[in-house]
């Protein structure tokens, strides 16, 4: 069994060693070219939509989970081919992909989640979420942060 879930994998451009180990999906299955003439591919293992999975309940180990974050990007741009871009009711459509997420997460599993605070800040993001990280950074400085969330144990309470 691939211990690791990509759940909107994109270019897969984070990826030290793209082994093995991580099953790659994204909704879109695309090759295009950037208008500085650079290749833009996206070739995932699966086309589901991360907000619902035919996968069952605590499969994964770990899902590494960075979905669009651009709502007020043009939909023909660069920008929303490289990165997509989210719908008008992003709230929902996160919190939905968040909790498909957790809910293929084996029990103590860990959700890696990377964000960009373009459009939407991180305190509004985990208000959407409706959940708080274990850690990560908050994004100072650096619109790009990190965080890492992990499933709790139905045994915890
Ligand atoms: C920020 S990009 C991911 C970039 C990627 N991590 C990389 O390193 O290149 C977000 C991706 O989410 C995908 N996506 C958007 N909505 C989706 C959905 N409902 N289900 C699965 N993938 C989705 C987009 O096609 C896009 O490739």
Redesign the pocket.
């Known amino acids: 069994m691939i211990p690791i879930l990509?759940?909107?994998?994109?270019?897969?451009?984070?990826?030290f060693n793209k082994n093995n180990l991580v099953y790659f999906?994204?909704?879109?299955d695309y090759s295009d070219t950037l208008y500085d003439d650079r290749k833009l591919g996206?070739y995932p293992d699966t086309r589901?939509?991360?907000?619902s999975f035919p996968i069952l309940d605590n499969s994964y180990h770990m899902v590494v989970f960075?979905?669009?974050?651009l709502l007020k990007v043009g939909a023909s741009s660069w920008l929303a081919k490289?990165?997509?871009k989210l719908p008008a009711d992003w709230k929902s459509y996160l919190r939905q992909?968040f909790d498909e997420c957790m809910r293929v997460l084996k029990p103590y599993g860990t959700l890696i989640f990377?964000w960009n605070e373009t459009d939407i800040k991180q305190t509004e993001l985990l208000e959407a979420l409706g959940a708080m990280p274990i850690l990560g950074n908050r994004g100072r400085g650096n619109k790009t942060f990190w965080l890492v969330f992990m499933k709790e144990s139905e045994s915890d309470g």
Request: positive net charge.
């Open positions: 990509d759940a909107c994998c994109g270019s897969r451009m984070f990826y999906n994204d909704i879109r996206n589901w939509d991360f907000r960075d979905p669009p974050h490289k990165y997509g992909g990377k």
